[in-house]
C-alpha cells in the first residue's frame, strides 16, 4: 500500500533529499502535504511535480504566489497552517524536517493526530524529550529517526532481545572542518570556514552545529531520549571518513557497526520505508577500493566544549536543554550574521545555562518560556559582547 507523507521543511536540505527518496519509491510514498519557509520559488516547482494535497506557507502572501501558480492545491500560511499539515490524517507519517525548536509543535501535533514521526529534527527531542515520548506512548505511534546516527543505532538494535543487551552506544561524529585546528585557528575562523563541512552537505544551522561539535551533544541527548540509554553509557567518537554511522556494544562484547555512505537519502529511506524491508535504490554505494583507512579518536572537549556541556544540561534534566538548545540558535544564527565570533558561540551558551534557573513543572508552557528566556538572555549577552 502507498504510505501517505506529509514533509515539513519541502525545500529544506533534509525536505529535498526526502523528495528524492519519494522520487525513487512512486509506488510505495506518495507527498500528501508539504511546507516551506522562506524559498517560495523553489517550493512552487515542487508542487507542480508532487501535487499534494495541502501547502503550508509563513506567510499570506507567499500563500497568494502559490495560489496563482498552483490553483489544484489547498494553500494555509503562518503556525495554524504548519500545525493542520501535520495532523493531516490522510497522512501516516509526518517527515518533521523543519530546524530548530520551531518543530517541536508540529511534532506533538501530528503524534497526538496518531501519525508516525520520522524525526530529523533533533531539537524537538532536546527540548521537549520527555513530552514527545510520553505523547507517543498514550497515541500508540512511533518516532523513526532520521538523524544518520540514529537510524544507524535503530538498524544495531535490531536483534537485541531487551534493553539490558546494550552496554553502550557509541555515537559517530566527523570532527567537523575544524578537527585538527588549534585553539588559535579557532579564533580566526570565517563563517565560510565552519559552513564548510568535510564529509557532510547540510542546512546552515546544523553545519554550524558540526563545527563546534554542539550538533554531536544535541545527538548525546537524542540518543538519551530514544534509546533509553543513560547518559554514562552514550560514548562519541570521532571517525573522521563518515562511513560507519554509529555502533552499538552489547554486554557480551560484541559491536555492531552500520555503514554505507554519507547519503542522508538511506537513513530517510529508512525511517520512511524501513518497515517495508529494503527497497532497491541506486544511491552511490561504498567504494572499498577508495575506503584506505577507517580512524577513530576520542573528541578534544577542551577544544569543543559544547559536548561536556550537552552532558551536563542532558543529565540536568529539567528546562536545562531547552535552555541549551534556544541559546545555541540565537548565537549560531549571530555567528552566521557576523555579529560573534566562532569561539564566543559555546561561551554565550555556557553563561546562558548557567545563569538559568530551572522551572519547577516541565510542561510544554515551561519549556516555551525557558526557550524565550533563553534567546532573550543570549541576545542581551551578544548586544554586549563583553565576553
Ligand atoms: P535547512 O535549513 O536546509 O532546512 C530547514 C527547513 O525548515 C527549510 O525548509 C525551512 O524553510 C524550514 N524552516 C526553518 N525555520 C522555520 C520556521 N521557523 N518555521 C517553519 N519552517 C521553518 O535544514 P536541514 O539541514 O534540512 O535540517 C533540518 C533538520 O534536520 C535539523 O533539525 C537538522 O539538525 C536535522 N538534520 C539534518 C541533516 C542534514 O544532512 N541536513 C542531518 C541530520 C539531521
Ligand atoms: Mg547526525
Known amino acids: 500500500m502507498t504510505r501517505k507523507v506529509t514533509i515539513l521543511g519541502a525545500t529544506g536540505s533534509i525536505g529535498q533529499q526526502a523528495l528524492d527518496v519519494a522520487r525513487a519509491h512512486p509506488e510505495e510514498l506518495q507527498v500528501v502535504a508539504m511546507s516551506a519557509h522562506t524559498r517560495i520559488e523553489q517550493l512552487i516547482p515542487l508542487v507542480q511535480e508532487f501535487r499534494p494535497r495541502f501547502v503550508a506557507v509563513h ?8 495560489r496563482a501558480q498552483c490553483p489544484f492545491v489547498e494553500v494555509g500560511f503562518g503556525e495554524e497552517a504548519l500545525q493542520d499539515a501535520a495532523s493531516l490524517t490522510e497522512s501516516s507519517m509526518l517527515l518533521n524536517a523543519l530546524v530548530g525548536a520551531a518543530g517541536i509543535r508540529s511534532t506533538l ?17 532536546v527540548a521537549a524529550g520527555d513530552l514527545v515520548l510520553d505523547a507517543a506512548r498514550v497515541a500508540k505511534v512511533k518516532i523513526l ?10 538498524q544495531c538494535l535490531q536483534d537485541a ?5 546494550v552496554e553502550k552506544l557509541l ?13 588559535a585557528d579557532l579564533l580566526r575562523v570565517t563563517v565560510q570556514d565552519a559552513l564548510a563541512h568535510p564529509t557532510w552537505t547540510m542546512g546552515a544551522k546544523i553545519s554550524i552545529d558540526s563545527a563546534t561539535l554542539m550538533n554531536k551533544g544535541l545527538e548525546v541527548i537524542e540518543a538519551h531520549f530514544l534509546f533509553d540509554v543513560p547518559y554514562s553509557d552514550i560514548e562519541i567518537l570521532i571517525h573522521p571518513q563518515s562511513i560507519i554511522h554509529s555502533m552499538v556494544q552489547f554486554r557480551d562484547g ?18 520512511l ?3 517495508q524491508g529494503r527497497l532497491a535504490a541506486n544511491w552511490k554505494r561504498l567504494n572499498w577500493s577508495e575506503v584506505s583507512q577507517l580512524t577513530f579518536e576520542l573528541p578534544d572537549i577542551e577544544k569543543f566544549p559544547a559536548i561536556s556541556l550537552a552532558y551536563e544540561c542532558g543529565i540536568a534534566q529539567k528546562t536545562y536543554p531547552a535552555v541549551m538548545n534556544a541559546a545555541n540558535e540565537t ?9 560573534i565570533h566562532f569561539l564566543e558561540i559555546v561561551e554565550i551558551v555556557r553563561r546562558v545555562v548557567e545563569a538559568h534557573q530551572a522551572e519547577v513543572g516541565m510542561g510544554l508552557d515551561e519549556i516555551f518560556a525557558a526557550d524565550r528566556w533563553a534567546r532573550e538572555t543570549a541576545q542581551s549577552l551578544i548586544a554586549k559582547r563583553g565576553l
Open 59 to 66: 506567510t499570506v502572501e507567499q500563500a497568494r504566489v502559490v
Open 109 to 125: 501535533a501530528a503524534l497526538q493526530a496518531g501519525i508516525d514521526v520520522a524525526l530529523a529534527n533533533k531539537e524537538t527531542l
Open 145 to 154: 529517526p532520521v538523524d544518520s546516527e540514529h537510524s544507524a543505532i535503530t
Open 161 to 165: 532481545h531487551s534493553p539490558t543487551d
Open 171 to 183: 555515537l559517530t561524529a566527523s570532527g567537523g572542518p575544524f578537527r585538527t585546528a588549534s585553539k
Open 254 to 271: 560484541a559491536v555492531l557497526a552500520q555503514l554505507g555512505s554519507p547519503d542522508m537519502r538511506i537513513p530517510i529511506q529508512y525511517a
Open 273 to 275: 520505508l524501513g518497515d
Open 331 to 339: 548565537a549560531v544564527y549571530a555567528f552566521l550574521a557576523g555579529h
